[in-house]
């Protein structure tokens, strides 16, 4: 019977836990990704933008603005690369030595459990920020395509490629947004996890109140709202 109700260390309702964070890291995802055009995210409202920030690069002159602009995205890109993988080191060292973890649980006298369930979670939680890192990586790299891109756009506006191109590179900047979203999404699970430390139930509502937070965010935010209006299209 032990069987039907453990997988290794994990319990029953660890199991539960921890279906219910990667069932909500995926939904959320995939709602803020393909929202219905009655009520769009903000992802979607931004991608929007972005077209329209490249047809207005085609007659701005000079164009240093918008290689400003790419610069300061790439460096964000940067900084959370960088900390999602300072982060990864941090939990694969817990995972290497977890004796801090339950002592620390010992005083508090929470999640008792044997050693192999600690590392369950902490490398869940390190599983996110891998995620997280490759998505940074990723995101970095497309803004780059796209200040070539931009770069490769003519500044006659008369030039029949100057508006395709601008497309084009547009397209990249919005792919480079989503691969950046995606992986502070991650993050944001990660830090979800960490709730685990104190119990699979502690999961269950840090899960739900991130993906609450996510949602509002992306749906029924005030910041939102200031962009709806008078959007592009």
């Known amino acids: 019977m032990s069987q039907i109700y453990h997988i290794g260390p994990l319990g029953l309702l660890d199991l539960a836990a921890l279906a219910f964070l990667v069932i909500c890291w995926v939904g959320i995802g995939w709602v803020t990704e393909h929202s219905p055009p009655h009520r769009p995210s903000m992802g979607e409202i931004m991608a929007a933008y972005r077209r329209e920030w490249l047809r207005q690069l085609v007659t701005r002159q000079p164009r240093i603005f918008d290689s400003q602009m790419v610069d300061g995205l790439r460096q964000s890109t940067t900084f959370f ?66 200040a070539i891109a931009m770069a490769a756009v003519p500044n006659n506006p008369e030039d029949p490629l100057a508006y395709p191109r601008a497309a084009q590179a547009a397209q990249v900047n919005i792919n480079a947004a989503k691969s950046f979203n995606r992986g502070l999404r991650s993050v944001y699970f990660a830090l979800a996890t960490l709730a685990w430390m104190l119990g699979p139930v502690a999961l269950i509502a840090a899960t739900a109140f991130t993906t609450a937070m996510l949602w509002r965010r992306e749906f029924a935010s005030e910041s939102r709202q200031a962009l709806l209006d008078n959007s592009p299209e």
């Open 81 to 146: 690369a960088s900390t999602a993988l300072i982060a990864i080191g941090g939990g694969l060292a817990l995972i290497g030595n977890p004796q801090p973890l339950t002592d620390i649980a010992s005083d508090f006298d929470i999640g008792q459990g044997p050693s192999l369930l600690w590392e369950a979670r902490i490398l869940t939680a390190v599983l996110f920020g891998a995620n997280a890192f490759l998505k940074f990586v990723w995101s970095h790299r497309l803004f780059s395509y796209a």
